[in-house]
């Protein structure tokens, strides 16, 4: 069987998108056998180190391999993405360049379009269209309502192009495939979803390679956070996490002995938290760069507590992936989410942390108080938090996806049966 993604980021972008789509190509091609091809752009954040072919001369494309996944790097612009005309040309660009590379795939089996950006869809149906193949579409996030993030940027008749777009993918999808069941819940309800084609498919975190670690390890001891009391924060520093919050509730907490927020991560709102850092005159703030893959389990281990945020009104549309990563590693967390949110629900049934209004820095502060000063219960929340993590384990999600594909492909043909004249 071979499969054709479509999404902007993949190995070896480090965004949370990109790795976990790395994670799912691998592992269909290692662990079930398919043929992958994916068809990308150049990395929004590389790995330090990686060196990946470019788009040379007047070509859109340029072709490259890892891991057994065929690679198709598609050319776009790399303008700045922190203001609306920089991201709409980055993604028109690429749009344009991912149509032209559908044309040169080896015909697929399953075309399979994510979110990056929000009308890369169209291009993976053109493809399925081309190729008379089944069209996938695996929702990360939802557009337009996302588009609330874009702070220099609002536009109805722009809102209503993406709400048409989306409309048309869910009706021509031969699935949907939903994060969470609010996801779904709002791809039935706002975009006209099929409900008996669309299904929730999690993301995930490989619980063999992240778990529970000690904190005296060489990451920690190499970033000054063995000893300290360490509320981390990882992943994308970016739109929809209204992490201004995190460096007000530091300020707060800035009397607590030994106590470190840390900020392990890069994104477009780094540079913004590191001046408000400085304009508060805290000094319980660190900010650490992407941590190796091979030392992930190890930089998650250095926490003592996690912080998982979401802007209100984005419950559904958005969900915040690097939860699965802190499960894994059997670590209590604050989610800092409205009530809507799966995470909050999920983190007071299996009791794995506490929860804070977003954007509220008073109780966000507070809660990690309470973790501060409650060691063994703070243990015990991350003790239940590993548990619930191995039901979202990579190779389970991954056996979901690969069971997707497998119901698209028809049936074979039932051998035929020699008819046999009875004697005269």
């Known amino acids: 069987m071979h499969i054709a993604f479509f999404n902007r980021s993949y190995y070896p972008d ?62 776009g612009t790399r303008f700045d993405k922190r203001r609306f005309a920089g991201r709409a040309c980055n993604y028109m660009s690429y749009f344009v360049s991912a149509c032209y590379a559908g044309l040169r795939l080896n015909r697929p089996d399953v075309v399979v379009a994510l979110t990056d950006p929000p009308i ?34 609002h536009s109805e008749r722009i809102n209503q192009a993406l709400q048409a777009v989306n409309r048309f993918l869910v009706r021509h999808a031969a699935v949907n ?69 995190l460096v007000e509730a530091a300020a707060l907490l800035r009397d607590l002995p030994n106590l470190l927020v840390v900020f392990q991560g890069e994104g477009v709102k780094k540079a913004e938290l590191e001046r408000q850092v400085r304009d508060l005159g805290i000094t319980n ?54 009530e809507s949110c799966e995470v909050a629900s999920m983190t007071r049934i299996h009791q794995c942390g506490l929860v804070a209004e977003p954007g509220d820095a008073r109780q966000l502060a507070a809660c990690v108080k309470t973790m501060y000063r409650d060691r063994e219960r703070t243990r015990q929340w991350g003790a239940n938090a590993r548990r619930l993590g191995l039901t979202f384990d990579r190779r389970i999600q991954v056996a979901r996806y690969a069971e997707v594909f497998r ?4 049936a074979p043909a039932a051998p035929a049966v020699a008819r046999v004249e009875p004697n005269a």
């Not at 190729?131 to 337009?144: Q, S």
């Open 14 to 75: 480090q965004t949370a998108t990109g790795q976990l789509l790395t994670d799912l190509c691998e592992d269909l091609v290692r662990d079930y056998g398919y043929r992958v091809s994916v068809v990308t752009g150049q990395p929004l954040q590389p790995l330090p180190g990686h060196q990946v072919p470019g788009v040379r001369g007047r070509a859109l494309v340029a072709l490259d391999e890892h891991n057994g996944v065929h690679i198709l790097r598609a050319r």
């Open 120 to 153: 890369v869809g169209l291009a993976a149906w053109l493809a399925g269209r081309r190729f008379g193949v089944p069209f996938v579409m695996a929702f990360k996030d939802l557009f337009p309502e996302v588009t609330v993030l874009l702070e220099d940027f």
């Open 177 to 245: 495939i939903a994060l969470s069941e609010t996801m779904r819940a709002r791809l039935i309800a706002d975009k006209g979803a099929p409900a008996a084609r669309t299904t929730i498919i999690p993301d995930w975190a490989d619980t063999s390679a992240v778990r529970p670690g000690d904190k005296q390890n060489p990451f920690a001891r190499a970033h000054g956070l063995a000893d300290a009391f360490v509320v981390m924060h990882s992943g994308n520093l970016g739109l929809s996490q209204n992490l201004e919050t």
């Open 285 to 338: 703030v660190r900010f650490l760069p992407f941590a190796p893959r091979e030392q992930l389990g190890e930089s998650f281990a250095a926490a003592d507590v996690f912080v998982v945020s979401l802007q209100r009104g984005l419950a559904g549309y958005i969900v915040p992936s690097k939860l699965y990563g802190i499960l894994a590693a059997g670590r209590a967390y604050v989610a800092a989410v409205e």
């Open 407 to 410: 119901s698209l492909m028809p």
